[in-house]
């Protein structure tokens, strides 16, 4: 099936922004505890390799605690890693959370724009669950960005666009139930948008059915990187690997 580019709550500029925040404390928890990320830890080890630093420049953070134990397994071979949480519409009680849980977390109060993002914010620029919500032109953007800066630049997506990854989203709705007691920051106002007014089940069901219809596929991956001005001055490795039940679809692009 082709890339459909619905409306996801999490983007709208009048969605309340409590509501937003729940929704990505939801992700980073689910994150955290099914180790989404562990088949792709050589690639993001090769990526700050390549940036030259020990700096993670992550884009599109949302609530940031997702990248806890990410951050924890990279530690044992990058003893001086830095992670610096970013996000247009940043959580920031999330992002002091996610600090007072590991101190080599920093984060940007202000609202940072993955298609051009400042040049003092160096080291390797990564991205997790968050290419699908920009449109084949702006994720181009974010991709050109930095091969003009010269920055390495991951991609991660922790679904695809198919039926069993869809029929998983389904269930989300039942993940939110169960998980949201334990989510961390406590809030009280999680509990009431869960369980008395379930708004939050109900988007992250759509958001996350949407999610999969916008997630670019490995041949569209490298079809953004193919309308690059000066792609051939990176190498570019865009695969999917299998993690659990699922899948984690990536780019990496650096520097020759």
Known sequence: MGRIHLFEFEDQKWFPGFLRDYGTDFLQFLSNKAKLYKPVIPIIEKGLKA??????????????????WLNSELKKTNPNLKIILTDYYPNLKAFEYTKKQADNFEFITTSIDARKVPESLKGFRTQFLSLHHFKPEDAKQI????????????VFEAQERSVPSILAMLFSPISVLLTTPFIRPFKFGRLIFTYLIPIVPLFVLWDGVVSSLRTYSVDEMGALVDGLDDKDTYNWEIERVKSGPGVVLYLLGTPK
């Open 51 to 68: 940036s030259g630093t020990h700096t993670i420049v992550d884009l599109g953070s949302g609530g940031g605690g997702g990248l806890l």
């Open 143 to 154: 991709l050109q960005n930095a091969v003009d800066t010269k920055s390495v630049i991951g």
